[in-house]
Each structure stands twice: as structure tokens, then as C-alpha cells.
């Protein structure tokens, strides 16, 4: 079973650009998140998914942040204009639906952001 | 107070060793608990669900303590493999994951 793909694997940027970022999940699975880790920290949700609708975006920095899941499967994630402080991994992450206990996620490989 | 709360170490122990950890979180009406491991630079991967009754596998043992809010981690027999970040994961009554900052652990010969 394929799992999850993220690409770019590294991108380094200066701030003030845009960047973006894919993810296509496991197939079958409803649930997308998007997450956030800087080094020494845990993951940060920034924005879940089911099928195409937003479950949550509460952390989400929607003022140069945006996301999208448009039919269901694939997502992108952009950020326009990059900050210094955005320069982290950007983990993807698939479940098979969210809403049930013991759901468990699986994370793709990630994309290293480093905005110079 | 963090919602989920994990002492990042690091746990330097010896191979054979007995160590645990433990994830303390706030939100009362949380519903479902994970450990992750985490090796350096790479994507964090499900090492255990925590059940209400604990669960154990193999050399690995998870408890729940709803009362005071926390979850362990126990390893037995210590190997220079298990040398990682363990991250507990809690999921919300609104299905909403947080994850703890993660615990290290650095397991030498």
C-alpha cells in the first residue's frame, strides 16, 4: 500500500516569497491534516480535512496561510508571503475517517521549509 | 497550561534498562491517546494506542490514568533501537489531534 506523498521534500526560500506545498494522502482515506513542527517541538495542526471540508483550522495563520483539499484527495498547502519563523517541517498526515476513537494517522515524509 | 504536556528530557538510560514517560493533557473530555515514535529527521510513526484498560506490546506497556489525566509509556529492556522522540497524541471529543513537544530518549551500550 503506497502511503503518504508530500514534494517537495526541501525547498528554501527567502521571506516575503510564496511557497507551496502537496500532499496526496493513502488512498481511501477521508481525513487530511496538516501539520507544522519546528525543530524540538511536537506537530502543530494547522488545518484537518474530511473529504473536502475544513474539520478545523483554528491555528491556521490565515493571513498568509491558505490550504485546500478541492476534490477530496490531494491537498496544497500555501504561504504567501513567508516569514522567518514559518521555517519548519510541514507534515502531512491521512486517517481513514476522523470521528471514531483509536484513528490512526499516517504521516508522509514531510517538506523542510527554510526561509533565509 | 499546555494542552498536552510531555518532559522533553532527554532519558539517557543503559541497553536493559526500565525506562517511562508520561503525557499529562487538560481537556477533560478527550477521547482517544496515542504514543508516536519519532526518529530524527523522519515523519512520526504510530507506536501504540492507549486504551482505557492499558495495553502492552512486547517490551511496550501504556496506561491511562483518567483520574489525573495522563497517559505513560513504559519500556522494558532497553535497546540502542529504541532510541527516539516519543510523542504522545490526544484526540479532543471534537476529533481534534494535539500532540505533546515529545520526550527523548537516548538508550547507550
Known amino acids: 500500500e503506497a502511503g503518504v506523498a508530500q514534494s517537495p521534500r526541501y525547498k528554501i526560500i527567502e521571506k516575503r516569497q510564496s511557497v507551496a506545498f502537496w500532499c496526496n494522502p493513502i488512498?481511501?482515506?477521508?481525513?487530511l491534516y496538516w501539520y507544522q513542527q519546528i525543530l524540538g517541538q511536537g506537530p502543530k495542526l494547522l488545518i484537518q480535512?474530511?473529504?473536502?471540508?475544513?474539520?478545523?483550522d483554528s491555528q491556521l495563520p490565515k493571513d498568509r496561510f491558505s490550504a485546500e483539499r478541492l476534490k477530496g484527495v490531494d491537498s496544497t498547502l500555501k504561504i504567501q508571503p513567508a516569514k522567518l519563523e514559518d521555517s519548519a517541517v510541514y507534515l502531512c498526515?491521512?486517517?481513514?475517517?476522523?470521528?471514531?476513537?483509536?484513528?490512526?494517522?499516517?504521516f508522509g515524509p514531510g517538506t523542510r521549509l527554510t526561509v533565509l | 497550561r499546555k494542552e498536552v504536556e510531555q518532559d522533553p528530557g532527554p532519558f539517557n538510560v543503559p541497553e536493559g534498562a526500565t525506562v517511562a514517560f508520561n503525557c499529562t493533557y487538560s481537556?477533560?473530555?478527550?477521547?482517544?491517546f496515542f504514543w508516536y515514535r519519532q526518529d530524527c529527521r523522519k515523519e512520526p510513526k504510530l507506536l501504540m494506542s492507549?486504551?482505557?484498560s492499558g495495553n502492552e506490546d512486547g517490551r511496550f506497556t501504556a496506561q491511562l490514568n483518567r483520574a489525573s489525566q495522563y497517559i505513560s509509556l513504559l519500556i522494558r529492556d532497553s535497546k540502542l533501537s529504541d532510541s527516539a522522540t516519543y510523542l504522545c497524541?490526544?484526540?479532543?471529543?471534537?476529533?481534534?489531534?494535539?500532540f505533546g513537544r515529545g520526550t527523548s530518549l537516548i538508550v547507550h551500550p
Open positions: 498526515a491521512s486517517s481513514l475517517v476522523s470521528g471514531i476513537p483509536y484513528n490512526e494517522q499516517f
Open positions: 488512498s481511501g482515506h477521508a481525513t
Open positions: 480535512f474530511q473529504n473536502n471540508g475544513v474539520v478545523d
Open positions: 481537556n477533560s473530555a478527550s477521547q482517544s
Open positions: 492507549v486504551y482505557s
Open positions: 497524541a490526544v484526540i479532543t471529543g471534537s476529533y481534534i489531534p494535539t
